[in-house]
């Protein structure tokens, strides 16, 4: 099965707002190995169908790299991380920021997840459902989304991708905002 000329056009629109976006994020953290990391979760879902990404996540291609970037992050660019309001602070994020052993989530709604690494095809396979598998490589400015990726988006197909994965908050989470569980 190929792409209609209709997702095609759909899949252009939103790898140029993706585009667009990451840009905007090079610009402000200008320091970041970007060439090292790559963009997937919600965000490409949520543009694909027509709404504003929740945040952000960008992941980096091995460990070496997201240390870099965490280190980066809390020392240049501290004052763009998310502050935790001071009623939580005592078991959450670190020095008053959401700073956790899973990411550092800034002002602007990127979230640079500090947890995993890898390459994209493997650790993808970590993920709980199928809309959340999509990623664009920064380096190759290119949008990798295969027909049953899309068709789960553009569906609000809610599939599962690792079994081991799931959580009934998240799926409960993706219900509310229309998504159909398979």
């Known amino acids: 099965m190929m792409f209609s000329d209709e997702l095609k056009t759909k899949i252009v629109k939103a790898k140029q707002s993706i585009q667009s976006t990451v840009g905007v994020f090079q610009i402000k953290y200008s320091v970041l190995?970007?060439?090292?990391?790559?963009?997937?979760?919600?965000?490409?879902?949520?543009?694909?169908?027509?709404?504003?990404?929740?945040?952000?996540?960008?992941?980096?291609?091995?460990?070496?790299?997201?240390?870099?970037?965490?280190?980066?992050?809390?020392?240049?660019?501290?004052?763009?991380?998310?502050?935790?309001?001071?009623?939580?602070q005592s078991f959450i994020g670190e020095k008053g920021k959401m700073i956790t052993a899973q990411a550092i989530t800034m002002e602007d709604?990127?979230?640079?997840?500090?947890?995993?690494?890898?390459?994209?095809?493997?650790?993808?396979?970590?993920?709980?459902?199928?809309?959340?598998?999509?990623?664009?490589?920064?380096l190759e400015g290119k949008l990798y989304i295969s027909e049953k990726q899309l068709d789960a988006i553009v569906n609000k197909k809610l599939v599962t991708n690792n079994y081991g994965a799931l959580k009934l908050w998240r799926q409960d989470k993706f219900e509310k905002r229309g998504y159909k569980t398979i």
């Open 109 to 138: 709604a990127a979230q640079f997840i500090t947890c995993m690494s890898g390459k994209p095809e493997e650790l993808k396979k970590s993920f709980d459902y199928v809309h959340c598998t999509p990623h664009y490589d920064i």
């Open 33 to 88: 190995p970007w060439n090292d990391m790559y963009l997937t979760g919600g965000a490409i879902a949520s543009i694909l169908q027509g709404e504003k990404p929740y945040d952000w996540d960008f992941y980096c291609k091995d460990s070496d790299t997201s240390e870099r970037v965490s280190d980066i992050l809390k020392n240049r660019y501290i004052d763009s991380v998310v502050g935790v309001p001071e009623k939580y």
